[in-house]
């Protein structure tokens, strides 16, 4: 004769596991105690409501085995979203901003640009491009010097020049130097600004439009007597903090440093 103790332990072992099922909106099971067919709606404080063909709601515990589907018993669980994949996040430059980024080893290339301003304008909008893409940029403190610059940076294929200049219009002093270079490797670039401050939309610095300097007047502190700025120094300050992103700059100006990164980011030709 066997013991109680036994046969339960028999019992459990063929007892068969039943089968457990996320709760999602829209399934449809059985409550087989009253014979109520209808489909999941929702799961609140351990129970889950179920509603009819007809729209009406019933709500019925979350118990093991509770319930049939398709004819089987099954153990209802609550129903967990699959999570949603992070956002996108966007640089300031409108690009998708790499998760994780590591700076890329430098290339040879680099992109030259007039003063310590215009590189910061371009770190600032741009810094997550040019890290990506391994771009140095550096400052020439004024195009007078860009043909010696160039000869001494010795170009080539690999090697190539992007060089971003300010006031780049018709028969100005910037345009006749830059007519002197001849060279594949190099793109000069530019917009028609008289500075770089110029070229920051005058809302993103709290200003209806940028002043008329003077001729003769030094055209920063020009701008920053009529603003009452103080010093350039002061007012770059005030220009650099109003820019967030592409959105903050004008038209020329975004457009000319775009084809620089693409030019000096290009795959050198093999011969």
């Known amino acids: 004769m066997r013991s109680h103790s036994y046969d339960d332990v028999l019992a459990g072992r063929r007892r068969k596991k039943v089968l457990e099922v996320p709760a999602e909106p829209g399934l449809v099971v059985e409550d087989p105690a009253s014979g109520y067919c209808g489909a999941v709606v929702k799961i609140e404080y ?19 085995a509770g ?8 153990t209802l669980v609550p129903h967990r979203a699959p999570a949603k994949a992070p956002a996108r996040q966007i640089s300031a430059s409108g690009s998708v901003r790499v998760a994780g980024l590591k700076a890329r080893v430098a290339r040879d290339s680099r992109i030259w640009v007039e003063g310590k301003h215009d590189a910061e304008l371009v770190e600032r909008v741009w810094g997550h491009d040019l890290r990506v893409e391994g771009v140095v940029v550096e400052p ?8 010696d610059r160039i000869a001494e940076f010795g170009t080539g294929p690999a090697r190539r020049l992007g060089v971003l200049v300010d006031h780049l219009v018709p028969g100005s002093k910037e345009s006749r130097l830059v007519e002197a270079v001849h060279d594949e490797n190099v793109l000069v670039t530019g917009h028609p600004y008289i500075d770089v401050w110029e070229a920051v939309r005058p809302e993103a610095v709290g200003i209806a439009a940028w002043p008329k300097v003077p001729r003769g007047t030094e055209w920063k502190q020009g701008i920053c007597d009529a603003l009452g700025w103080g010093q350039p120094f002061e007012g770059w300050q005030r220009v650099l903090s109003g820019v967030r992103s592409f959105r903050d700059l004008e038209t020329p100006l975004i457009g000319a440093v775009e084809r620089l990164i693409d030019f000096v980011t290009e795959p050198a030709e093999e011969g």
């Open 46 to 64: 351990g129970n889950v409501v179920l509603e009819d063909a007809k729209g009406r709601h019933r709500v019925f515990p979350l118990v093991p």
């Open 67 to 74: 319930f049939l589907l398709e004819g089987k018993p099954v």
């Open 140 to 147: 020439l403190d004024g195009v007078d010097v860009l043909a």
